[in-house]
């Protein structure tokens, strides 16, 4: 089956590529954190890094988990380079905003959202943002080159 003609541009298929690794990572990374929480003693044996990184309280895991799944479901359905566009304007949003209100408000949602957590979120969602906005003025600067 061939890619539309949209998703077959350099900088549509990097930001399928990037979303696509985010969102395995997320999905990972939420999973892990479930496994992980539900052994209590690897919890209290494990490496410091590890537990950063796999420590997360259910409800962020299940975060993680549903962004992730959700995500690269839609994305092996939805070809064109305009719905990754708008996931990654939408993940971008939500993640800078959890990010800020994470570093605003202690626990925000009941979510443990520490040091690491915010500085994840504030890096992952502006970054996500920069690269949808980045691909959407693409997209938009090529339709206009070629009216």
Same mark, same amino acid.
């Given at each position: ?9 350099? #900088? @549509?298929? &990097? %930001?399928? /590529?990037?979303? $696509? +690794?985010?969102? =395995? ?5 939420? *999973?892990? !954190? ?33 962004? #992730? @799944?959700? &995500? %690269?479901? /839609?994305?092996? $359905? +939805?070809?064109? =380079? ?5 996931? *990654?304007? !939408? ?33 992952? #969602?502006?970054?996500? %943002?920069?690269?949808?906005?980045? +691909? ?8 206009? *080159?070629?009216?």
């Amino acid at each position: 089956m061939r890619e539309p003609a949209s998703e077959s541009r350099p #900088g @549509a298929r &990097a %930001l399928r /590529a990037y979303l $696509v +690794a985010l969102m =395995a990572g997320l999905l990972l990374q939420g *999973a892990g !954190s479930l496994l992980f929480r539900a052994d209590p003693d690897l919890a209290g044996t494990a490496p410091y890094l590890v537990r950063g990184l796999l420590g997360i309280d259910p409800a962020h895991a299940w975060l993680h988990v549903g962004w #992730g @799944a959700a &995500a %690269l479901a /839609a994305l092996l $359905v +939805a070809r064109g =380079a305009g719905f990754a566009v708008g996931l *990654a304007l !939408s993940f971008g949003v939500f993640y800078t905003a959890l990010g800020v209100w994470g570093v605003i408000a202690h626990h925000p949602l009941g979510l443990e959202l520490d040091a690491f957590e915010n500085g994840f979120h504030l890096v992952a #969602g502006p970054l996500t %943002l920069l690269l949808g906005t980045l +691909a959407a003025a693409g997209r938009r600067h090529r339709r206009v *080159a070629h009216a």
